[in-house]
């Protein structure tokens, strides 16, 4: 008789449990079992929630409301956040840039942002002013996302190849951003080659003038004035070795000399200090 294996927690036989439990076991699924990821999407101005470069519609979940996007190989489930409720189903987009919304639920009506959007384009100029407002027209909010970028053009390119760039695009009623893009940069790069082509105008400098002076008397000038400095700097250094004699005799005059031969200032000087000593004397 073989060894036969117990459970580690009931003390039992596995076989044994097994053969209980048997009866209410249920086959495994035939397809394998779906793998997904799961993240949290705020839902845009337009209705729809952003999910790798693409837009998937989010209604009824109300704008500005955050919902739970379950992301699987094939397909996009939006849930309420909070129930879990499924809201809507959409295909996966390969495609980036993808706007996965049925025409029936286009809001068309402006917001606050669609005037923000405008105003810019105003901004620029009449005819940016009119591609995004025929933008709107025709796509609705959807389209406020190429109206952005077609504003963002203004901030890096001249706004008057900008303008020439939407002139075109509506003239020929392409309302796409990319379009107006690629036309901005063409638009561009030929305004930089034409500045590099352009010759630059001659230097208005001359050396030539009855006002300029030639070069070699402006050397002689220079000469002089080195030559003047040298001089001025050397008397200067004269003079003040000339006062330092001066000094020391000055004040040997002021000294009484031990010869006898005393000068008439320096006799008024001694009496004039003696002669207090006399008047007290005398007293």
Known sequence: MGLQAHHGSTRRQVEAMFQEEKPHLRPLPVAAFRIFTEVVRTVCDDTTVRVD???YAARPAPIGSQVVVR??????DIRDRHTHALLRVHP????SGSVVLPTSERPFNPSRQTAVLLASAERIGPQTRALCQQVFDTEGRPGQRAMWGIVGLGRK???RLVEQACA???ENRIYRYKHVRATVERLFEQAIAQVGATPQPASSLTQDH???RAPAEYGDLLSRAVRHDAGDNGRQAEAHGDRTP?????CACATPASSGATSAPAASHLTLETKPHDDHAGN
């Open 71 to 76: 992301i699987y190989a094939s397909t996009i």
């Open 246 to 250: 001066a000094t020391r005799a000055r």
């Open 92 to 95: 996966r987009m390969t495609h």
């Open 53 to 55: 470069s693409s837009y």
């Open 210 to 212: 009855p006002l300029i």
């Open 168 to 170: 075109h695009a509506v």
């Open 157 to 159: 390119y001249p706004a």
